[in-house]
């Protein structure tokens, strides 16, 4: 049983912000502090992007656990009451995550993921570390004008989520974003 009133309840789900979150300035914080400059939560790309790194054509998009299903995590915990709303909303974002992925990569987009519980204290600095690593390789590849696919999650491992593993990188033509 729910603790809290219905009306408290509401008050509660209503203040969950969508952009600007903690984990979305840790990662902002850290790239601009390392030189990546970036626009944020642009409504020009599919999904709207949390970050976007122009020059390194590069999708950062920051989940959080519970709203976006991260498998086997301590803080994706489906709650006890209304269960059934909730394993459909969140395998709707679950869908709607991949269908993004897709149609940012057919228009040419590397996209990264970075998941809320990634940026905890104790394993945040490798996280970032991973993260400027990957935005670095791919930047060297495009300069040498290889196309790779990096669709994937970033995780302490360094291994994909099978999830995003297959998606196609596509769209070798500049694609127009902002005013040019």
């Known amino acids: 049983m729910d603790p809290l009133t219905p009306e408290q309840r509401s008050k ?6 969508s952009k600007d979150t903690k984990p979305e300035l ?11 400059r970036y626009r944020k939560t642009t409504k020009l ?5 949390d970050i976007v790194l122009l020059k390194y054509r ?10 976006h299903g991260h498998d086997d995590c301590k803080f994706y ?5 209304n269960t059934e709303f909730w394993i459909n909303k969140v395998a709707r974002n679950k869908e ?33 570390r ?16 290889v196309r ?15 999830e995003y593993r297959n998606y196609p990188m596509a769209a070798e033509e500049e694609v127009p974003f902002g005013r040019g």
């Open 26 to 36: 840790i990662v902002r914080k850290y790239l601009w502090a390392n030189g990546y």
């Open 148 to 162: 790779i696919s990096f669709n994937n999650v970033v995780d302490d491992d360094d291994t994909f989520n099978e």
């Open 77 to 81: 915990r489906l709650p006890k009451t």
């Open 58 to 67: 590069t999708c950062i998009f920051i989940n959080g656990c519970f709203w």
């Open 96 to 128: 709607r995550d991949a269908s993004v992925i897709e149609k940012l990569n057919s228009l040419g987009w590397n996209c990264l993921i970075v998941w809320e519980c990634q940026l905890k204290p104790n394993k945040r600095e490798a996280t970032l």
């Open 45 to 49: 790309l599919p999904g709207k992007p």
């Open 12 to 17: 509660n789900m209503a203040a969950i912000k």
């Open 130 to 145: 991973e993260l400027t690593g990957k935005l670095d390789n791919i930047f060297l590849h495009l300069k040498g004008n």
